[in-house]
């Protein structure tokens, strides 16, 4: 099964595409699409839709895996989040994804065992998962990674998948 991780943004998003196999991880591709600060938001929604919709053209993944959203402290942000992840979702919609959302506490539950790890622990459970030799960079990336195991770990699980 191939798996798309993603950390949603609108300045950056994270993505990562993994084979489970077997219960072994394939690392096939990471990195980010970013947008431009001062660009209109619009443009920049553009820019993420066509950047992930590439990414899943090249990899043909059969689910996405999608951090969900938490309201903190700035109203705003969380509402250009949400419309990135919009986006993100109907590109990954329309190439016919499952489209799996996780919370940042099961991602942590799934990749390190405790839902209140700490993040450079989440960032070093995903580099031993996957054998790499080094935490993936930008942090956005290897977040997306950890989504995608998230997903491979808890996708048997109906309490998992909404």
């Known amino acids: ?70 309201y903190n402290t700035n109203a705003k942000t969380v509402v250009d989040v949400s419309q990135a992840r919009g986006v993100l979702m109907l590109a990954a919609q329309k190439q016919a994804l499952d489209i799996c959302e996780y919370t940042p506490l099961q991602v942590k539950q799934s990749v390190v065992g405790y839902g209140r790890a700490e993040k450079k622990q989440v960032q070093e459970m995903t580099r031993l998962l996957l054998n790499l030799e080094k935490i993936p960079r930008p942090d956005d990336a290897a977040d997306a990674l950890a989504l995608a195991i998230c997903h491979a770990h808890c996708s048997g699980s109906l309490m998992y998948l909404k």
Not at 34 to 43: E, S
């Open 1 to 70: 099964m191939i798996i798309l991780g993603i950390d949603p943004g609108y300045a950056i998003v994270g993505y990562g595409v993994v084979e489970y196999k077997n219960n072994h991880f394939t690392v096939l591709d990471y990195g980010v699409v970013t947008t431009p600060a001062g660009m209109p938001f619009n443009k920049r929604l553009e820019i993420i839709y066509d950047g992930i919709s590439e990414v899943i053209t090249k990899h043909k993944p059969v689910s996405m895996s999608i951090e969900k959203i938490f």
